[in-house]
Nanobody, 118 residues
Framework: VQLQASGGGLAQPGGSLTLSCVASRNILDFVTLNWYRQVAGGQREMIARITHGGKADYADSVKGRFTISRDNAKNTLYLQMNSLRPEDTAVYYC?????????????WGRGTLVTVSS
């Protein structure tokens, strides 16, 4: 499985960006689709996830500002990021999780850099 993330770049504080992640296989095969981010020198953290059924959850740091969505027909995951803050600067990764029997199998895309700065 390949996950191709795109959409990162430079945004001003208060601005918006939309990240996309295209999967090489049917995203309905995955239990959850997730966005993570990693700041320089920090650990990778999950910031948003969406289940097979479409239920979304968010980290407190992005709740109310970011929206995760999916287009099953396009095998694409999105992250709409509004009201961006300098502390949102990070490399953003998409992730897909499925289970093989009871064993979790996780797939990662290459990160896309988001920089929020004036």
């Amino acid at each position: 499985v390949q996950l191709q993330a795109s959409g990162g770049g430079l945004a001003q504080p208060g601005g918006s960006l939309t990240l996309s992640c295209v999967a090489s296989r049917n995203i309905l095969d995955f239990v959850t689709l997730n966005w993570y981010r990693q700041v320089a020198g920090g650990q990778r953290e999950m910031i948003a996830r969406i289940t097979h059924g479409g239920k979304a959850d968010y980290a407190d740091s992005v709740k109310g500002r970011f929206t995760i969505s999916r287009d099953n027909a396009k095998n694409t995951l999105y992250l709409q990021m509004n009201s961006l803050r300098p502390e949102d600067t990070a490399v953003y990764y998409c992730n897909a999780l499925r289970f093989d029997d009871l064993d979790p199998i996780s797939f990662w895309g290459r990160g896309t850099l988001v920089t929020v700065s004036s």
